[in-house]
């Protein structure tokens, strides 16, 4: 499986940016594809899941402003990232997991500054 990353950029604190994520090559019916996110100095951690049946996890830091979603025909997951922080600046990474393994994409940063 293949992922390619694209949407992130620079914005000012309270704006917003959509991250974009098309998967291709061998994909399985079932599977699970997300955001994560490294900050300088940090773990890559979760921001947000979504599985191809329409459930949805996020980390608590982003609820109520970051929004998954999927287009199960194009094999694409989006983030749409409103009211932007300083603190969420860091590579963003695609992942997409599936019963034969886990994949990712190459990381677009989203810088938050004004």
């Known amino acids: 499986v293949q992922l390619q990353a694209s949407g992130g950029g620079l914005v000012q604190p309270g704006g917003s940016l959509r991250l974009s994520c098309v998967a291709s090559?061998?994909?399985?019916?079932?599977?699970?594809m997300g955001w994560y996110r490294q900050a300088p100095g940090k773990q890559r951690e979760l921001v947000a899941a979504?599985?191809?049946?329409?459930?949805?996890d996020y980390a608590g830091s982003v609820k109520g402003r970051f929004t998954i979603s999927r287009d199960n025909a194009k094999n694409t997951v989006y983030l749409q990232m409103n009211s932007l922080k300083p603190e969420d600046t860091a590579v963003y990474y695609c992942?997409?997991?599936?019963?034969?393994?886990?994949?990712w994409g190459q990381g677009t940063q989203v810088t938050v500054s004004s």
């Open positions: 090559g061998s994909i399985f019916s079932t599977n699970v």
């Open positions: 979504a599985g191809n049946g329409g459930n949805t």
């Open positions: 992942n997409h997991a599936q019963r034969d393994g886990v994949y």
